[in-house]
């Protein structure tokens, strides 16, 4: 009797050793199982598989077929058959496994098969790879230089397509460097429902084209680059801007909405040359929308606040921590709670808020906010909460900071209660409709930002604050999952994170709190917020963990989880 | 210019999809047929009007049109010539004849390419295209004016007298 547990795995054996596998895993993916890697082009996990670019060709074999009376083959003493092979390659993407099957990805026939693929692909190839942005991390040059011939014996001319086309705002087509995977055709259709791209001229000048008077020009153009195996499309933004191979890269997540995709930033010498999104099943795909993707560039804009500012005759002086901490203290201490109100921001991460949460506390100030920031849902990733962090606020800060938390603040500051305002990573005049006239009823204001804005032209004291860049920490996305940011940059000058500011602040107002880092604070969040009772930081990792039940769903992810379901794709 | 497809096309295109009943998409050949031969070319605003038609985008059609040289994309003449260019063809002298046509029709193909290989007469009546095999290669060389079949053309002029 068959074991229920075992009834659905098949055995396969990978370059000489069996494995068992769930029916219907694709070869490419069994081997990528064992660690075994399978070279190819137009096969995507998120993308249905045409099979069309011949690259994961792959030797197979099954049991010999037993003639007619003959005696049928007995197993081996591990219960195997012996394998026929077949002197004919299969593809490994579109093919599955099935009961005795046999694989090869090394040997005579798949290396032939492989330096034959390769020369045909590299025959009108125009080779340009010094000037393209995709040299270091090209498809192409990887597995020329791993199963290539080095030589071609291609003594024809090369067919000249269309180069630099405009195809879009965000992105420029080498059609002589496109290998017709299809991957951006398919990605275009398949997941974000705009078909503008295709393959016209089918032939010897097979050339991938938009239909003309259209654009690629949806706001998840920019994923085509990334699945992009060669150099054909390429990112305006960053064209031309760096080689890959000098910049270095940060996992951490996208703060522009709650969804907070999972991206990686890559950075040299303290500076982002481009944001890539980063595989998280549970969140993103493999995907990012390009609205999210390109907003980095103010991080190192002109208005970076880099120095703390003290209010001065005639405007600002720069001062130092040390004497702007003093100071703060200073107008602080002689208020009561109920004349100091707190904004803070649901940009902020968890560890931010909870020592910003600590200092309301000292304080004696239960006037406490963020900001919030409603757009509209987008169908795919993009979510209608536009803050990255507003169910960590909820969390620790209170469901009353969150909703209506700004209403009574503002109400309060218009009538005049509240003497002190504390704000953190918001520009108010901007963003919440307080004017300059309302901020100036207040005796003291204290804005700690990333940039120079509006509200810190009318603070008493303006202090940099560390932007989301420049922070490790947590925040709970909208499905209520826990997930990691990592620092990827230095702030300018003397800018500090958030928790820092506000944990020197306290001690200034005489707490003993001396957390020294985001680790630390974590440690002491975990101890003190239930929700987060039991979780070490270690255990969150690059992918994130569920923390809460939020209800929230992610479009996208749902189709895909169909997609997945009919064997559309692998997922 | 806006286009207008004529009822009686339209039914005959309505009728060829009913051929298809599983997808729309498979009636693209034959709905590109009966356009061509009603319009005798494929602009793009008869390839969007078959996408709409299909429930497919445009470039779907596009990619259709450009694989099969023969839908054309630009204006042929009124009598629109094809000659053979294969291997039996070229052998037995098709590059003379497509010489020779072009000359006793006043065509000129210097502007011909892989994308604009139509040439047309300049008072219209006359267009050439050098087109792969015909499918007639024991009678080379061939050609074709509209859908008559010329073989073993030994002159250009048996071809095009009457025609003139």
């Known amino acids: 009797m068959s074991e229920p547990t075992t009834s659905d795995l098949v055995d396969v054996q990978i370059d000489g050793v069996w494995h068992q596998f769930p029916k219907g895993t694709r070869i490419i993916e069994a081997c990528r199982q064992v660690g075994v890697e399978v070279p190819h082009y137009c096969y995507h996990p998120k993308l249905s598989s045409p099979g069309n670019c011949r690259m994961c060709l792959v030797q197979m074999g099954t049991p010999p077929r037993t003639a007619p009376g003959a005696e049928p083959t007995a197993p081996d003493e591990t219960g195997h058959l012996p394998i026929s092979w077949s002197p004919r390659p299969i593809i490994a993407c579109a093919n599955t496994v099935s009961p005795n099957l046999g694989i090869r990805t090394k040997g005579d026939l798949v290396d032939d098969c492989r330096k034959g693929v390769l020369e045909f692909l590299l025959a009108n190839h125009p080779l340009d790879c010094p000037i393209c942005d995709k040299a270091g991390e090209c498809g192409l040059q990887e597995y020329s230089m791993e199963h290539g011939v080095g030589q071609s014996t291609f003594r024809e001319r090369k067919v000249k397509k269309p180069k630099n086309v405009d195809v879009g705002p965000r992105i420029r087509l080498d059609d002589e460097r496109c290998i017709m995977c299809s991957r951006c055709i398919r990605f275009v259709d398949e997941i974000v429902d705009d078909p503008v791209l295709g393959f016209t001229d089918r032939g010897s000048y097979t050339t991938l084209m938009v239909y003309p008077g259209r654009e690629l020009a949806n706001n998840y153009s920019l994923n085509t680059v990334d699945i992009c195996p060669v150099g054909a499309l390429t990112s305006n933004d960053f064209r031309f801007q760096m080689r890959v191979w000098f910049m270095r890269e940060t996992k951490t997540i996208d703060t522009n909405c709650a969804t907070g995709c999972n991206i990686t930033v890559y950075a040299r010498e303290n500076k982002i040359y481009r944001v890539m999104p980063r595989r998280n099943n549970e969140v993103n795909s493999d995907w990012m929308p390009d609205s999210h993707r390109l907003s980095f560039h103010w991080i190192d804009g002109e208005d970076r606040l880099s120095d703390p500012m003290l209010k001065a005759e005639g405007g600002f002086r720069t001062a130092n921590w040390i004497e702007v901490i003093k100071a703060a203290a200073k107008r602080l201490s002689g208020l009561s709670g109920d004349q100091i109100a707190i904004v803070a921001s649901a940009r902020m991460t968890n560890e931010e808020l909870y020592v910003v949460s600590k200092l309301a506390k000292q304080l004696g100030s239960e006037l406490l906010a963020t900001v919030p920031r409603q757009g509209e849902p987008d169908g795919y990733l993009i979510s209608a909460d536009r803050n990255p962090n507003t169910n960590g606020a909820r969390l620790i800060l209170g469901e009353k900071a969150v909703s209506g938390g700004l209403d009574r603040v503002k109400s309060a500051i218009q009538q005049g209660q509240i003497k002190a305002l504390l704000v953190f990573q918001e520009d108010l005049i901007a963003d919440t409709g307080l004017d300059g006239v309302s901020l100036k009823k207040l005796d003291f204001l204290l804005v700690a930002h990333s940039c120079a804005n509006e509200t810190t032209a009318i603070a008493d004291i303006a202090v940099p604050a560390a932007c989301w860049a420049e922070v490790s920490g947590t925040m709970i996305n909208g499905t209520g999952r826990l997930q990691r940011l990592n620092k990827a940059l230095e702030g300018p000058g003397q800018t500090l994170p958030v928790w820092e500011i506000a944990r020197d602040l306290l001690r200034a107002l005489g707490s003993d709190d001396n957390c020294q880092s985001v680790t630390e604070i974590f440690r002491h969040l975990a101890d003190d917020v239930a929700e987060f009772k039991g979780v070490a930081w270690g255990q969150i990792g690059d992918q994130g963990m569920p923390l809460i039940e939020t209800g929230e769903i992610i479009p996208l992810l749902e189709r895909e989880r169909e997609r997945k379901a009919a064997g559309i794709i692998v997922g | ?164």
């Open chain 2, 1 to 164: 210019m806006s286009l207008e497809i004529p009822p009686d096309l339209e039914a005959l295109i309505d009728e060829s999809i009913t051929h298809y009943p599983v997808s729309k998409r498979s009636a693209v050949l034959p709905v590109l047929h009966h356009l061509q031969t009603h319009f005798r070319y494929l602009s793009s605003e008869i390839i969007e009007w078959a996408a709409a038609k299909l429930e497919l985008e445009p470039i779907h059609i596009l990619e259709v049109v450009t694989f099969y040289p023969g839908f054309r994309q630009e204006a042929p003449g009124k009598f629109h010539i094809r000659v053979c260019r294969t291997l039996s063809c070229a052998m037995a002298g098709s590059h003379e004849l497509l010489a020779s046509l072009c000359e006793k029709t006043g065509i000129d193909r210097k502007n011909v390419s892989h994308h604009h290989p139509i040439a047309v007469s300049p008072d219209g009546k006359f267009s050439i295209e050098f087109v792969e095999c015909l499918a007639s290669c024991g009678s080379a060389p061939v050609c074709m004016v509209e859908d008559d079949l010329y073989e073993r053309v030994k002159d250009a002029d048996e071809v095009l007298k009457s025609y003139f």
